[in-house]
């Protein structure tokens, strides 16, 4: 059993940044690899970016790519999802997630864990 909690959200302006962060727990947390997705009112719930176990593998969304990076630290067990250059259509509920399988993946069915998500707000 891993638990996820995320923390970082807020309100900022166009153009401005955020980082959020994902602490998980449990055993063997660090071998997951770990996505980002977001839910806006009204949406359905939309892929952000993934890493891998080690780290050395990302993908992102084109909607977020040249703007988000995702990063993990092992040794904190946490993931980090830095967000630069805010839009207001990045406003949603962000949710962190982790897969047992350890390899990148967009379907968020491929994810076993989800966090209870904190909310982005940008305003224009």
């Known amino acids: 059993q891993v638990q996820l909690v995320e923390s970082g959200g807020g309100l900022v302006q166009a153009g401005g940044s955020l980082r959020l962060s994902c602490a998980a727990s449990?055993?063997?947390?660090?071998?997951?690899?770990m996505g980002w997705f977001r839910q806006a009112p009204g949406k359905e719930r939309e892929f952000v970016a993934t890493?891998?176990?080690?780290?050395?593998?990302?993908f992102y969304a084109d909607s977020v790519k040249g703007r988000f990076t995702v990063s993990r630290d092992s040794a904190k067990n946490t993931v980090y999802l830095q967000m630069n250059s805010l839009k207001p259509e990045d406003t949603a509920v962000y949710h962190c997630?982790?897969?047992?399988?350890?390899?990148?993946?967009?379907?968020?069915?491929?994810?076993?864990?989800w966090g209870q998500g904190t909310q982005v707000t940008v305003s224009s």
């Open positions: 449990g055993r063997a947390a660090s071998a997951y690899a």
């Open positions: 890493i891998n176990w080690s780290g050395d593998t990302t």
């Open positions: 997630a982790a897969s047992r399988r350890g390899l990148t993946a967009r379907a968020p069915t491929a994810y076993d864990y």
